[in-house]
């Protein structure tokens, strides 16, 4: 599991945890985008694949829809693993802004 969570990788995972269980990366890329993050779909899937490789979210591919064209879409959610260090991220954030971390 990777020690590293990106600024992406965190905004994703705020993302998908506000989502709840069933998050879509559609949704996410809306998301980022009205956070002035936006981020390539492509770039996404790999970045959420990652989050997938690394333990922080699952990945469940659901069966196709007419709605979608006849694709199939995968949902994703947030492991305790992924809401540890996003927890983690945050803290150090609020810290570091704070002031309470010093030399």
Do not use: C, H
């Not at 994703?76 to 010093?102: F, H, K, W």
């Amino acid at each position: 599991m990777s020690d590293m969570l990106t600024g992406r990788g965190l905004m994703i995972l705020l993302s998908v945890s506000r989502q709840g269980p069933r998050a879509f990366a559609t949704i996410v890329s809306r998301q980022l985008k009205a956070a002035l993050t936006p981020i390539e779909t492509s770039t996404l899937y790999v970045a959420m694949d990652r989050l997938v490789r690394d333990g922080f979210l699952t990945a469940d591919v659901l069966p196709p829809r007419k709605m979608v064209g006849g694709r199939r879409r995968r949902s994703y959610a947030i492991t305790p693993a992924g809401q540890q260090a996003m927890n983690l991220a945050l803290g150090a954030i609020d810290a570091l802004r704070s002031g309470e971390v010093t030399r």
